[in-house]
């Protein structure tokens, strides 16, 4: 496989994961683990999440996902199914920076059995910049991004993981996550105008911008060989009071409560 039809395969993936995946960004995508690489790895193998059917439901659904990552020198450019699109553009210090792109695929009113009569959210990529601070223990990360298209809002995520080697081979990561929000967001997927309200039986929601989650996050790595590698994730987010108090969210079919899970094999390819 070329190197043009590898990053054509990772874009296409990435965006199925972003569709599911509403976790806030891990800290371990670039993370020194394992023997040095080449210029370019290429990560490839099966994955499966769990996940809620849209962001507020109380309901679940497990789908398997095809795992990719493609990455010049760890970092310095990169298309993941975790990490999303982007580049390293200052590396000083233990800072980077870059930009950054994410997807986020269409909320549709027949997900979950609850949306009926909402409406469709559309596709949206997500464009805007990240900072990352390393230490050898801990890592930091700040993402600000703005909806190009579909929900047109605007996202700050941000992290703060412990991190810790058990081993040569096993990584682990943890620690709290928090996301703000735009009006502008929270109206696409939180908010209830007139029209919806009649059409669903919703109450008339217009949430403002504010705090959208808090929650924490965890990762796993297990170098198995120095090719194989086995991951594990999971999040827990709390919807706070502008995403919580949805009708959405308190109707029959949501929860503040958000989990996700998953777990991954991957096969790397460099050269």
């Known amino acids: 496989m070329s190197l043009r039809s590898r990053i054509a395969l990772c874009l296409a993936i990435s965006t199925a994961w972003a569709g599911i995946a509403t976790a806030q960004p891990t800290s371990i995508g670039s993370e020194r683990f394992g023997p040095p690489p080449k210029d370019w790895t290429f990560d490839i193998g099966p994955g499966v999440v769990v996940a ?70 559309p596709f949206t990529v997500e464009g805007g910049g990240f900072l990352r601070y390393d230490m050898p223990y801990l890592a930091a990360k700040v993402e600000l991004r703005r909806g190009l298209g579909g929900s047109n809002g605007l996202i700050f995520d941000a992290l703060v993981d412990g991190k810790v080697r058990l081993s040569p081979t096993v990584f682990l990561s943890a620690g ?62 709390y919807l706070a009071d502008i995403a919580g108090n949805s009708p959405i969210v308190t109707g029959p079919g949501g929860s503040r409560n958000q989990f996700i899970v998953g777990s991954a094999l991957s096969w790397r390819f460099e050269f």
Request: charged content about 15%; glycine content about 14%; hydrophobic content about 35%.
């Open 52 to 121: 809620p059917w849209f962001e507020g439901s109380a309901n679940y659904r497990v789908l398997p996902i095809p795992n990719l990552d493609l990455r010049y020198q760890r970092d310095k450019f990169f298309i993941s199914a975790r990490d999303g699109v982007g580049a390293t553009l200052l590396d000083l210090d233990g800072f980077k920076a870059g930009p950054i792109l994410r997807y986020r695929f269409p909320r549709n009113a027949g997900d979950g059995g609850y949306l009926f009569g909402m409406g469709n959210v």
């Open 176 to 237: 709290p996550r928090l996301s703000v929000t735009d009006g502008t967001y929270n109206q696409a997927y939180f908010g209830v105008n007139a029209t919806q309200s009649i059409n669903s039986g919703y109450t008339q929601y217009y949430p403002g911008a504010g705090l959208r989650s808090v929650g924490a996050g965890a990762s796993g790595v297990w170098r198995v060989t120095n090719n194989l590698t086995f991951v594990a994730f999971g999040s827990y987010n």
